[in-house]
Structures are given as C-alpha cells and as structure tokens.
C-alpha cells in the first residue's frame, strides 16, 4: 500500500503504482503483482481505471494496420456459445492442419517424452505456449487459445466457474478423417489425463474439471491430440498433439 | 469532425450494448471499426503479427465475454476502453514471455518519439487533444519517454537502454512526468 520510494528519485513525487501499471513500465513481477492487486484491492483498480481513462486517449496517435482478412472468421467461430461451424470451417481446418504439421513432431516428441516420463516437469512446460494466467477475480470467465506451436489458435476452451462448466469450440481446428480429436489436461510435472473426444465442427460443453476449481493461476495445460476413432485406447495421447494452451483471466 | 467523432462513439457504445445481449453481428461491427487500430497498437508492442493476431483474438472474445462491463456513463470512450483492453491483452503477453524475439524497428523508425502525425488529430476525440496538450506542456523528455513506454510497452529497464539514460534518471522523468499530466488533466 505504502509507495515504495526510488533511492535514484529523492525529490521526485511517489511511485503512482497505478500509472505505472497502466503505462506499462514495470518488470514483469511488479507487473504481475499489480495486476493481481487489481482483483483484490478496489481503490488501487479504480485508480488503474483512471489512468487508463488518462493515457489510453494516446492510441489515436497510432497507427491502424490491418490484420489478417481470415482473423475476423477465426474469432467468429471460436466465440462461446456459437454455433457458426458453418461450411468454409473445413476449408481452415485443412490449412491451418498444413500449418501445424511442421510443428506436429516436435510437439509429439515433447509429448512422447512426457508419456514415457510421466512425473518430468520440464517437457510439460516447454509445450506451454506464452499465454500466462493471470490471478482470478470474483467469478472470472477464463479462456485458453489452444494453438500448436507457431500458428493459428486451433481451439478456444473457456470456464465457466460460477456454472462449473467448461466449453471448448474449434477454430482452426485440423479434424482428419475417420479419426477423433481428443482433449486432455496435463497438469504440472503429470500425465495427461483424458478429458474425451471433443467434436471439430461444434462447441462441446462438458462439466469442469476439479483440477480447476481452485483460484488464482492456473498451471494445468490443456492439449488436444489426434486419436482413433473414439479416443485413445490407452488412456494416454497416442497421436500427434496438434494444440496446446492454458486458462487465461479475461 | 467532432461530430464525426460523436458519432462514431455513439455507434461503438450500441454495438457494445448489443453485443452484451449476444449478438455476433454487433461484434462483427465493431471489429470493422476498430480492429485496424487495435491491431496496430498490439503489434507495436509485441513486433509480431502471428503473436499479434492471437492477442486481438482475446481481445475480442474478451469483448465478447465482457461487453455488459462497459459503461459508457462513467465517462470513458468505447474506443478507449477496447483499447486498454487491447494494451493489456497485449502487456501481459509480453511480460509472460522471457526474452523478446523482435524489437519492432520499422514501427519505431516511422515515428520514433511515437509522436502523433497531424492527421491522425483531425479524428481524434476530446479527450485526446486535452491529453496531447498536457502532454506537449511537459518537458519534452519526460513526455518522449511516457509516448514511448505507451507505444513500445517496454519495461523501465528496456526504456532506459533504449533512451541511453540511467535508470534512476529515467524512473525520475515518467513519474514527474506522469504526476504533471494527472494535474493538467484534472485541472
């Protein structure tokens, strides 16, 4: 709470926790520490919400450049809740399956480790893409973009604690045939626990799993693999993982 | 052009509120209007479009999710709230990762204090000007280093290597800086 004073800045006025957070400049652990604060402290979000309120306006002085023309129908199917798999979906999923691919063996070497190394940690979270979870707030919806290494997000996952309920909708998703697309959980340094086949044209909900009822940071990563029809035989992936993400704060 | 402004901020905030009852065509809206802005603001922080991509994506199923949030009588613009959904989508992403894999040079080379070009005002809405001209009543340093720290998303450290300064020094001219600016703001 007390502002912590610069030894470099006697005279200058008190570190404003707020601004700095909201302009952007503090180290990644002040950043992460404050962004934490933001859902516990009331006073210190409401002064985050007036610096952003302040400094945000700068934008206008930057410059547009247009995404990608596929990102919008990217988004659109993979909004919660929405039932647009719609008939240019598999035209993506083929390209963005082509996409992965190169990155299909490296992931399945990573994985092939784990499942022969079921309590290492480290192959675990190198097939963790940059997306970090953020501290939870008061019933937060959480979203994890599920994505092969470098590429599209293939999957999007979302929580739902208040329902505790978890939904999963494919946006580029890669749906080979006569084969099923099955999501597991992976939590840190364990095996892959199998959450079911999910389908690649549709939003599948399924009940949460308690891994996740607990609050704040979510370390558990999910991965999506290709499997024969119906799932995996063995309890563990034993196709290609074609994404992988974990449970973000929005 | 205020009215233009007006106007285009009276259609953001119904189709936010649309949005908010569950209507993909009002999000389809705005992304039209807005995703070309955000995307660049993103993009300048993270210099990587695929990574930049993925970002806008959470920003929009983040819009989606949290349309109902936003409440336009607290005074803050919609295209201001997107944005600082966008910068902190995007913030976050490059604080999680460890080392940064391209410094953006072409976007830092095209306006390197991150000044805003002249035209880029004729749009701009109130609150903007009224921030510009605090900003150009600040010592040009500590407003050079706030634009940049606004527009890179770099940490103190990475600012300071990059404005060749002490860090102490630094620190120093984005909080006079940045305490000057609340009181111009709020006067």
């Not at chain 2, 402004?5 to 209507?23: F, H, K, M």
């Not at chain 2, 900003?135 to 990475?158: H, K, M, N, P, W």
Request: aromatic residues 6%; charged residues 20%; glycine residues 8%.
């Amino acid at each position: 709470m007390s502002p912590s004073l610069d030894p470099h800045a006697a005279g200058d006025p008190p570190q404003d926790l707020a601004a700095e957070y909201v302009l952007g400049v503090l180290s990644p652990e002040e950043w992460r520490d404050a962004d934490r604060r933001l859902t516990a402290d009331a006073d210190f979000a409401a002064e985050v919400a007036a610096w952003e309120a302040r400094l945000t306006p700068l934008i206008h002085g930057a410059e547009s450049v247009a995404p990608a023309t596929d990102l919008w129908p990217r988004i659109r199917r993979s909004l919660p809740a929405n039932d647009l798999g719609g008939s240019d979906g598999n035209v993506n999923f083929w390209r963005s399956l082509t996409a992965a691919s190169a990155f299909i063996a490296v992931v399945c070497l990573t994985l092939a480790v784990v499942t022969g190394r079921p309590s290492g940690p480290q192959p675990v979270a190198r097939a963790v893409p940059s997306a970090h979870s953020a501290t939870a707030e008061v019933e937060p919806l959480q979203v994890a973009l599920l994505r092969p290494t470098h590429g599209p997000t293939a999957f999007v996952a979302t929580l739902d604690r208040s329902r505790k309920l978890m939904t999963v909708s494919p946006g580029a998703a890669p749906a080979p045939k006569g084969r099923s697309l099955e999501l597991w959980m992976i939590p840190p340094g364990g095996a892959p626990q199998p959450l079911g086949v999910i389908p690649s044209d549709h939003s599948a909900k399924m009940p949460m799993p308690d891994a996740f009822a607990g609050r704040g940071d979510t370390p558990i990563v999910l991965a999506v693999s290709i499997e024969p029809k119906g799932g995996s035989p063995t309890g563990l992936p034993t196709g290609p993982v074609v994404a992988t993400g974990r449970f973000n704060v929005v | 052009m205020a009215i233009a402004a007006d106007l285009e901020r009276v259609r953001l905030v119904r189709a936010l509120q649309r949005v908010a009852s569950g209507e993909a065509a009002a999000l389809e809206d705005i992304y039209r209007r807005t995703s070309a802005k955000l995307f660049g603001v993103i993009l300048r922080i993270l210099g990587d479009r695929n990574e930049a991509e993925d970002v806008l994506q959470e920003v929009f199923v983040t819009v989606w999710n949290r349309a109902g949030s936003y409440d336009p009588s607290r005074g803050v613009s919609p295209i201001t709230w997107l944005a600082a959904v966008a910068r902190n989508r995007a913030i976050d992403r490059i604080r999680s990762r460890s080392t940064r894999p391209t410094q953006p040079l072409e976007a830092a080379a095209e306006t390197p204090d991150g000044a805003a070009p002249a035209w880029a005002m004729l749009e701009a809405e109130d609150d903007a000007r009224r921030l510009a001209a605090c900003l150009e009543a600040l010592d040009e340093r500590q407003s050079s280093a706030i634009r940049t720290a606004f527009f890179d998303g770099v940490t103190y450290e990475a600012l300071a290597v990059r404005l060749g300064a002490p860090l102490g020094t630094v620190k120093s001219w984005i909080r006079r800086g940045l305490a000057s600016l609340r009181t111009c703001l709020e006067a």
